[in-house]
């Protein structure tokens, strides 16, 4: 006889669904079908869980009315009924004391938005409309703290041992600090290890640049488990080549040669950018370092009177700028731009652009992990033409490549 009734609330609660889904109303949300389904599922669970108690019980132990509460879940937020006892020993399991929020989903989803670059505003009108689950900038900004020890945790992860080549650039952020607005630089390590996996090593926060900064980072690095770096490649970044070389003494600095010209091409006239720009990048592009100096000789007659700054620079940094020639062709291409790092810095950029203004550093850590975690996700095999750089990598750095630990 129980079966027989339950079968036709079953069955009745079914054609109640159907006709309301083909009214048109949306299956979750705080209008949808499945809402006022999962109360009631919930509610017959917790009076279920009541009589099984006071069963237990066996004494003066009865009823006590119901109370109610406010409930969110990835279907939408709604009112449930719960029962009481009047000694008040009834703990349910369905739905706990004090529980708000019956799913782990709702947290899921707000890290992803926030993930992708969404602003609390939007991810508060965005699980209103899908649905119907309101929820407070201050909640939103709790849940994405929950990362904090997450980021804290891969920061101080352990690393490779070796690792053939390293890039480090900036990027700058607008910060809210006492009051202003002020510009914060971030400056992310990224390496490829001997499998040709990319691997971002740490973000780092740096006010100034300075050789002590610059050595703090890479004795982290060390402690992490780094001992050796075949060519770190690197802006003009003052102070760090020389830190790397007193720490990682055999490892190259090659200075990247697209923000060389970058630098170089700021102080050129708009009438002589395109010749100045050629003849310029004809120095990268020569086959050897004789020939790369006598293209920056020629370049030096023809324009060294106009633009005397921009050839006290490539006279200064020759060295680290033309390290790249003693390596075989596929190496070379790898490492003469910071190119993989900016590819990297464009993903971070695509989902913090929208944000005029952070509103501590914490805020810019977490927008970057979890930008990083997604960026990861898509370096999940080696990288473009590893094969041939695994090659001449093995050629030019035998000893150092072929360890224990890269065999």
């Not at 979890?370 to 030019?396: C, E, H, P």
Request: with cysteine; aromatic share 10%; hydrophobic share 35%.
């Amino acid at each position: 006889m129980k079966n027989t009734k339950t079968n036709q609330h079953l069955n009745a609660l079914v054609k109640e669904l159907s006709e309301q889904l083909t009214q048109g109303k949306p299956l979750t949300g705080q209008d949808g079908v499945f809402t006022p389904l999962l109360k009631r599922v919930i509610e017959a669970s917790l009076e279920g869980e009541m009589d099984a108690h006071l069963n237990d019980q066996k004494g003066s132990n009865r009823r006590n009315g119901r109370g109610n509460k406010q409930v969110q879940s990835s279907l939408g937020g709604f009112e449930v009924f719960t029962p009481r006892d009047r000694e008040g020993s009834f703990t349910p399991q369905t739905l706990k004391k004090r529980q708000r929020r019956i799913t782990s989903d709702i947290d899921a989803k707000i890290l992803s938005l926030y993930s992708r670059g969404m602003s609390y505003r939007d991810i508060q009108a965005h699980l209103t409309d899908m649905y119907g689950v309101e929820v407070s900038a201050g909640t939103l900004s709790a849940i994405t703290d929950r990362i904090l020890p997450e980021i804290l945790d891969w920061q101080a992860r352990p690393l490779d041992s070796v690792y053939p080549v390293m890039w480090l650039d900036a990027m700058h952020f607008k910060v809210r600090e006492h009051g202003k607005v002020v510009s914060k630089a971030v400056y992310s390590v990224l390496a490829v290890n001997t499998e040709g996996i990319k691997q971002v090593l740490g973000i780092y926060f740096g006010d100034i640049e300075s050789s002590s900064f610059w050595r703090s980072v890479l004795h982290e690095l060390q402690t992490r488990g780094v001992k050796d770096i075949f060519v770190a490649c690197i802006d003009n970044l003052a102070g760090f080549g020389d830190a790397i070389e007193d720490l990682f003494p055999r490892t190259d600095v090659q200075l990247c040669l697209v923000h060389q010209m970058r630098n170089s091409l700021k102080y050129v006239n708009y009438k002589d950018y395109k010749a100045v720009s050629r003849d310029l990048r004809s120095v990268y592009a020569a086959l050897n370092e004789s020939a790369a100096r006598q293209y920056l000789e020629q370049a030096e007659d023809k324009w060294g009177s106009k633009y005397k700054v921009i050839f006290r620079s490539w006279h200064k940094n020759w060295d680290r700028l033309t390290n790249f020639y003693k390596y075989p062709p596929a190496l070379r291409r790898v490492i003469y731009t910071n190119n993989p790092i900016e590819s990297y810095h464009r993903m971070v950029r695509k989902v913090t652009k929208t944000k005029g203004a952070f509103s501590n550093e914490n805020a810019i850590v977490k927008q970057i992990y979890l930008a990083t975690i997604n960026a990861q996700t898509k370096w999940s095999g080696a990288m473009f033409g590893w094969s041939s750089v695994r090659r001449d990598l093995v050629d030019y750095f035998e000893d150092r490549f072929l360890t224990p630990d890269t065999l």
